[in-house]
């Protein structure tokens, strides 16, 4: 048997996929998709045997196409895998190697080689691979990656805990990473009990930072204090945000905020309950929304306002690493990939608490 398929085992010729078939379409289930052979990996490419994959906000935009960045059609989402290599294409140059449980990302795949790259902004390379994006992702029981962005998954982390760890934890950590501030800082969370959210609070809290989690019902409520933030602001029971804010923060207001909500009101009033010298990380993607502010109070505060994408090779292992210590727990709903569609429904309607992560081991 080859080194560069796993030893004693046979890839299938056909499997099980969730497609979009057109920009804007529905999911539908293909379980006659053909699998990519190890004779058809390219040099630096891998086949990934999928046990879990996560869904997120990322995906629902891909697929319904409302962002100014379109997909490739027909898509497979997905890009937040976690699975067994069992092949890798030959003539590659690799610490990777079969039988690795390794994850996949929102950024498949980049040169390496441009100043983005070279500069630890890799997700910003121009030629960047996006998984579910522009390649096919992990809404499927194999999916075709790349050995130099996969990520090591560590002993004892759990595949379905670990592959949201991929995406809305790596990002998070990273926002809260460049957000600017210190052991005992003040920091807003709108969209707090979400996917993203409910990881910023852990990951926040694991870097010493004081937390207000916004957004709404009792079960985010429930789940948002559990996780140990700070205090509590319901949009929609609370008639005045910035006041709420600046009150729980003992009046001079927050010194970041990390808005990880894909609606613009999450920003609107941000530079609002910011103190001065307080930082603004714009995460979260609405389609087409614009990010409002006053300048007046921008300068006069001297606010900082940044965008933080997804993360590097690097914050993908410390984020991991963070998870496998127990300082963060992926709270999560493990579904069937035929339930996808209702997930994305859930998605629209702002009912998902938490995440949600597909058990492909089962069908």
Known sequence: MSANILPNFTIPKKQTVALVEKSGGTVVIKEDWPVVQQNELKPGECLVQM?????????LHAALGDWPLKAKSPLIGGHEGVGIIVAIGSNTVTDRKVGDRV???????????????????????????????????????????????????????????????LCAGVTVYRAIKYSQTQHGDWIVLPGAGGGLGHLAVQYAKARGLRVVAIDTGAEKKKLCLALGADAWVDFRETKDIVAAVREATGGEGAHSAVVTTAHPSGYTQAVDYLRGGGTLMAVGLPGDAKLEASIFFTVFKSISILGSYVGNRQDAYEALEIATQGKVKVHYVSKHLKELKATYEGLKEGTVAGRVVFDLTKQ
Not at 52 to 59: P, Q, S, V
Not at 128 to 149: I, M, P, Q, R, W
């Open 103 to 165: 994850g996949i990302k929102w950024l498949a795949d980049s040169c390496l080689n441009c100043e983005q790259c070279r500069s630890g902004r890799e997700q910003n390379c121009p030629n960047a691979k996006l998984s579910g994006f522009n390649v096919d992702g992990t809404f499927s029981e194999y999916c075709v990656s790349f050995c130099n962005h996969v990520s090591p998954i560590p002993e004892g982390l759990d595949s379905q805990e670990a592959a949201s760890i």
């Open 51 to 59: 046990q879990a994959t996560g869904c997120c906000h990322t995906d």
